[in-house]
């Protein structure tokens, strides 16, 4: 369940096409510049990972172009090392670890060694500790105490989304999470809705019709700062009916630095860290830009109704 959203370096990507001049974060003579996109989830297997390299800032970005399909690719844990391979399906830039991928270890060392065309990029991460989310609660909005547990996937995975007490009226008190901080600096929270059609929860006559488009079933925030180990989920994230998966990442330093930095958060209103503006992101890679980066995670699922 990993891949039910995209990378924070894919939504990255993806914003600075949409958004800005490509020659306001890398100018040409960086064209070339070989891209590593990888992220490692302990208790996961193994992911596949993307290369890619950076294009002049007056072409169109499109995923061939940018793709780099005949690089050697190697992560080291320790003494082992796992030789990727190119997608054998034709992926632009993606290469599969070997056959039977190991699980990502908690607070392990792993480096990444990327060789193409005479260039080499290199990056090391070190995994975080394993991060559980111990409650998910619904809370009085006034007095901030707990009106109901809801079901987690480890209390029962069948019951997830049919329990009577995870079906949550929208606007109806706070949802939050509950959990035993862990050493990193933030945490990040994904956020899927399940459905293709269900109805728009959101009311507001400023909403004008082009607005909707604007909302999408899959969102990220950007780095969060937990002090005590309560995370609440704010309402106006949250603008469709229906099944939710709530992923809650405890992010790397790599990851942490990227997120903060990258500018598809610079006016992000879902709740951050507090930080500097960056001119461009942070990358703690040698040789290329990307993230190499590795988090725990831990999920909750539940239903939003409508008010009605």
Known sequence: MYRLFLSVFSLFLLSCAAE??????????EQGTLVIDATLLVDLPMPPIFIRQTIAPN????????????????INQGVAEYTYTPDPT??????LPPAGPPMILPETEYRILVRSGGKEARAVTTTPKRFT???ALLINVDTLEPIRNLVTFRD???????APQNQ????????????QLINVKAYQVGLINLETDSEFVIEGDFLEDEDFENFERKSSSPPLEVTDGNLRLPWFAFAYAGRYVIKVFAMDNNWFDFARSSPENDNIAFGSLAGDNFERPLFHIDGGIGLFGSASVDYIGFVIQPKN
Do not use: C, K, M, W
């Open 156 to 162: 029962d995975p069948t019951a997830v989304f049919t």
């Open 133 to 135: 989310i111990d409650e």
């Open 59 to 74: 072409a169109v970005y499109t995923q061939d172009a940018a793709a780099v399909n005949n690089a050697e690719v190697t």
């Open 90 to 95: 034709g992926q632009p830039g993606q290469y």
């Open 168 to 179: 949550v009226i929208y606007q109806d008190n706070l949802l939050e999470t509950r959990f």
């Open 20 to 29: 800005r001049d490509p020659g306001s974060l890398f100018g040409p003579a």
